[in-house]
């Protein structure tokens, strides 16, 4: 058993002293938000190291969806994944826009094209697929619906940082792309997230709306919200994206680590990176099949007996939860690869600082179990 609890992740903080330069200059200039020289500096350099032209930063993920759907005007119903984190639904519900939930690819367990089309009612507006776990949707055939049917397509990004396919950044695809800078993933500003957009004036209507809908001092253009991210936060993005690469690299190692560890385990099923050119590894999801001895409530309570605390994302289904059961009611019978994958996930830990030795002794947990 490993003496401190080991968590599903730990966020990344580079050396104190580091940020200890930022905080003077913020210090010194006394702008704390609201746009200061911080923010604007951090869009710049996210644009350049994440190859997107237009970027908006945000407080957190959460309002940068919200905000997303009111920049679009979206409305009426939003076809979505249920295998998601609940922040996912509960930004349509905030916009008073009826979640539509289709079942999920059994390989990349994300939204599947195939069964969209068949849930576009006329009431349908938009489509949010989730690139969960940082891998990528079917980005071609969720398009092509969309341009057949009229529909927007706001992708949820939050695990898909850094992420690209053979042509360069996950994040271009769809109308509008929405991160989260969480303290759990792969890039974290303490709490912060963007919308990434494809031109200017996109950009200036977000910008507006995270800032009440002000255009200018005294005129006001929409029902805004406060979604802007403070100086503070910016400027430890600014540090923190010194150390990405590196922070990145770790999880690579860690990923193959477990793959090493876990490549004989009878009924395990490690989730694979597919579709991309350059992968986050920001979790590592198994899937415990029926021949694993184990149920996946069984592993995930052995290992919290030995400190070790993986994470059962995403169940339940956000379609489980009590505001959506009744909205749902119609779809919840017809989610059955996402119904069976929340009953067989669990997600291990990793993260730049995680020890070999709490690798070792959660891989040995996983092998135990199958004996
Ligand atoms: N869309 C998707 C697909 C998302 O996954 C999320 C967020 C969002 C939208 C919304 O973005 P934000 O509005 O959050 O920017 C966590 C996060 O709170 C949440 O951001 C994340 N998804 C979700 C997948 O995971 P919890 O309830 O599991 O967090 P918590 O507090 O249990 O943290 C997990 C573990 O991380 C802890 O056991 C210990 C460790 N931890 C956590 C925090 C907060 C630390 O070591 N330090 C910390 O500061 O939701």
């Not at 407080?59 to 998601?84: C, D, F, K, M």
Request: aromatic share 10%.
């Amino acid at each position: 058993m490993s003496d401190k609890p080991v968590y599903v992740t730990q966020p990344y903080l580079p050396p104190l002293d580091e940020f200890i330069p930022y905080l003077q200059q913020i210090w010194d200039n006394k702008i704390l938000t609201n746009g200061g020289p911080m923010h604007k500096e951090l869009e710049t350099a996210l644009s350049n190291y994440l190859g997107v032209d237009h970027i908006a930063l945000f407080n957190n993920g959460t309002i940068a969806l919200l905000t997303a759907l009111q920049a679009l005007r979206v409305a009426g119903e939003v076809i979505t994944t249920p295998y998601s984190f609940v922040a996912t639904a509960h930004s349509l519900l905030w916009n008073g826009i009826k979640p539509v939930f289709v079942d999920i690819d059994p390989h990349t367990l994300n939204l599947d094209p195939a069964r969209i089309e068949a849930a576009i009612t006329p009431q349908t507006t938009a489509i949010m697929p989730v690139h969960c776990y940082g891998n990528p949707c079917d980005v071609e055939a969720i398009q092509k619906i969309a341009d057949n049917y009229n529909l927007r397509v706001i992708y949820d990004a939050a695990h898909a940082f850094g992420v690209q396919d053979e042509e360069g950044s996950i994040l271009r695809h769809g109308d509008l792309s929405v991160l989260s800078f969480h303290a759990t993933k792969v890039f974290n500003t303490f709490e912060g997230g963007a919308i990434i957009c494809p031109d200017a004036k996109t950009k200036k209507r977000i910008d507006q709306l995270k800032n009440f809908g002000f255009v200018d001092e005294v005129t006001v253009v929409a029902p805004g919200i406060n979604g802007k991210m403070s100086e503070i936060n910016a400027a430890f993005g600014l540090l923190q994206l010194q150390h990405i690469d590196r922070a990145m690299a770790r999880r690579r190692e860690i990923s193959q680590a477990y793959r090493e560890h876990l490549k004989d385990v009878k009924g395990i099923r490690i989730v694979e990176e597919t579709g991309q050119k350059v992968a986050n590894y920001s979790y590592f999801p198994i899937l415990l099949e029926a021949d694993y001895p184990l149920s996946r409530d069984e592993l995930y309570l052995k290992l919290k007996e030995n400190n070790i605390f993986a994470r059962r994302y995403f169940y339940p289904l956000i379609s489980e939860f009590p505001m959506y059961r009744g909205l749902a009611s119609a779809q919840r019978n017809n989610l059955p690869v996402a119904n069976a994958v929340a009953e067989k996930v669990i997600c291990l830990p990793i993260y730049p600082a995680l020890q070999e030795a709490s690798i070792n002794a959660v891989a040995e947990l996983i092998n135990q179990g199958a004996k």
